[in-house]
């Protein structure tokens, strides 16, 4: 067995680790350092403004990432890679560097050597605002290398484990836990996104870590029993019985995390119980206000005032807390954040929309439901072209800006919104509208 490799903030990774030393980390892959060097003189010559990142590789995406890092150069991370979303967001003279990208072989390798440590980097994340527009969040250098600290001081004891993934790194959580916190750690990363569960069953050793959602750990039926693994769990509620299976079949709970990319990680729990607390990260404080939205300051924002998130809490005398609900319309549909604000406006912008209430519904999964009024033109294209093909042009127009998995499945079109006796509409009478099967 091999020593295990020292921990480096992400300024040191590229100076301070040798060939031989990202070898084990990528499980084989003997060009990553060179890879890199090269990227950096790239990146030196053409000198974009900002550098967007999509590949699907974690070792080809953290050579990017290093690379423009130690170019000075600001990373972005799109919330979607749809299309339409991309740009959105995207100015001319963007490079973006996608699963197709290749450095010309004209350009020759840097000395990593000679370079000091990267003191200054920003990230930018992209994430659904409470409006539904596209929201750019940024991270600093400091900011990640005191999340990724914080977890290898609560999870870094085990010497060198592999490092599975059920989720991409194209948002904070599978970025820290899947890529920079293993990659700063020096534990053995897969670079790929597994795919199915027999890959776990078949190539995971006992101690290996297992970054995963909620959506994916409730379909482990593929598998009877597995290595004994230690898990990490975020983007939605957990809920108690699947955190029970994961322990029969993969040796463990899970650890649970709470957080969102605007606040990075803010408390962790396993469930033992169905009405297990949530204990917050030992750098965050945290207190609630008269209507007990959860309140933080914390090391991974900007500034040192208090945050005020959409989560309602239970503060506890012991510091720890019982998380009840959310107050915005932000919502995680398979893990994927995504606004029903935004859902409703690119609907009623549409022709054949007058308007559009989306709700979550939750059956064996939680989807994405639409109520709308059609306009005129889109009473004659229903007529016209039939429910089905109907709802699969809408859909499709969807598709433009959101990822498959979170566009509605389930339709209802009616004359007029349904109100109470306040002329309010509560999400009970939209609910109500599904309540027979389609």
Partial sequence: MSLPLPFLTLGHLLSHRSEADWNLIFLANDSFKKDCARLYTYLTTITPPRVILLQSDR????????????????VIIPHSQAPSALQEILPPGDLIMDDTFEVPDSYKEADFTRFAEVKTATLWLYTSGSTGAPKAITKT???????????????????????????????????LFSLLWPACAGYKINPHTVQFWEEIANNAADQDFLISSPAHLSRMAAIQTGPRLRIFSSGAPLSFENAQNCQAILGSLPYEILGSTETGGIAYRQQKNPDQIWTPFSSILIKSNEVQNLLLKSPYLIDNHYYQTEDRIELLETGQFRLLSRADRIVKIEGKRVSLNDIEQRLTNL??????????LSHKRTETAIVAVLSEEGKTAYTTLGKV?????????????????????????VNEIPTDSRGKTPISLIESLFVKKD
Wanted: with cysteine; net charge positive.
């Fill in 351 to 360: 022709k054949w929309i007058d308007t559009a209430i989306a709700c979550t």
């Fill in 141 to 175: 250098l400091q900011q990640l290398d005191a999340e990724i600290m914080t977890l290898n001081q609560l999870w870094g004891k085990t010497p060198c484990p592999a490092v599975w993934s059920t989720v991409p790194h194209h948002h904070i959580y599978g970025l």
């Fill in 389 to 413: 093909k109907f709802i699969r042009q809408l859909r499709t127009e969807l598709y433009q800006y959101l990822e498959q998995v979170v566009v509605p499945r389930r339709w209802r079109f």
């Fill in 59 to 74: 070792a080809s995406f953290l050579a990017a990432l290093l690379g423009a890092f130690h170019n000075g150069l600001p």
